[in-house]
């Protein structure tokens, strides 16, 4: 007995093999169009990405450079030679991957409260505006345009009014120059003001490693504090880690003082001692542990 199969005429045939080649066709085609747009797509971000690095990078160098260094312009550039940035005005500047950068420097006003201001107000010596602008072209030919700005300050050595360097940060305690002297008084510990601005010393504190009491204390000629006054507590010597209010005791620009007496009651052979000193705008140095020689 014969199969029997479905008849299909020849046209039928004809047309499912130009379906089916029409298919393949269209997902090579959606293939191809996809692979090129994802090519496309991670050059344009790998493209993004080098604007965004040199534009930060710009800001970055401009955060290094002195302060003082940061001359106003509109057309800035910067070098790089190990390990300092430099900056030049004949901007704009070509880099590596055929973008360019300009960096800008601008004054910064602000009002009697030293409050940033962008309309009237008076120039701020210790503000800086910068900003950095990188520009590149990619690789369909369209222009753009990555811009990063942010505020420099001269917080660390001001000359205006709105920013007061703490005067904790302004002295400089030489702890080894400290020498025990008879065997009962601390002398010979230096500070130096390195500031621009006066600074005031207020409060002081020791601590020592055995059992004496502290009963006296000069800075330079000064007697700043002892049992009978001036400062406090009064009354008695003092144990270790008492804070001493002392007569406030001031000193100018680049001056150059020492601890001439601290007056101990007993022996103080190889005693490690901390020093705490509070000044009158509430900033406070706190040493690390050292031995004054015998």
């Known amino acids: 007995m014969k199969s029997l199969r479905p008849y299909l005429p020849l046209g039928s045939l004809l047309l499912e093999a130009v ?3 029409g298919i393949a066709a269209a997902f090579m085609t959606a293939l191809v169009a996809f692979s090129v747009a994802t090519t496309r797509s991670s050059d344009r971000a790998l493209e993004i990405q080098q604007s965004l690095w040199n534009t930060a990078e710009g800001t ?55 409050t940033v201001v962008t309309t009237g107000g008076t120039v701020d010596p210790d503000s800086k505006k910068i900003t950095s602008q990188t520009t590149w072209t ?4 369209r222009s753009h345009t990555s811009t990063a700005t942010s505020l ?31 065997g009962k008084q601390l002398r010979s510990l230096s500070f130096t003001n390195t500031g621009t601005t006066t600074v005031t010393i207020d409060k002081i504190s020791f601590t020592w490693s055995n059992s004496a009491k502290l009963d ?11 049992t009978t006054g001036p400062g406090t507590p009064l009354g008695a010597a003092v144990s270790s880690g008492t804070e001493l209010d002392i007569s ?29 000193v509070t000044f009158a705008d509430g900033s406070v140095f706190t040493s690390a542990p050292f031995m004054p020689s015998d």
């Open 248 to 276: 406030n005791f001031t000193m100018t620009a680049g001056q150059v003082s020492e601890i001439t007496k601290a007056q101990f009651s007993k022996e103080m052979d190889d005693v490690t001692m901390t020093m705490t």
């Open 19 to 21: 379906i089916t080649i």
């Open 60 to 114: 970055e160098a401009l955060r290094a450079i002195a302060f003082a260094s940061l001359t106003d312009t509109q057309t800035g550039t910067l070098s790089f030679a190990a390990p300092t940035w430099t900056l030049g005005t004949s901007g704009p500047q070509t880099l590596a991957d055929g973008g360019t950068r300009i960096v800008k420097i601008e004054p910064v006003s602000r009002d009697a409260s030293c």
């Open 152 to 182: 420099r300050t001269n917080w660390q050595d001001p000359t205006g009014d709105c920013w007061v360097a703490e005067q904790a940060g302004q002295v400089n305690f030489a702890l080894d120059t400290a020498e025990f002297y008879g």
């Open 216 to 226: 006296q204390l000069f800075l330079d000629s000064s007697k700043v504090w002892s």
């Open 138 to 141: 990619d690789s369909a030919g």
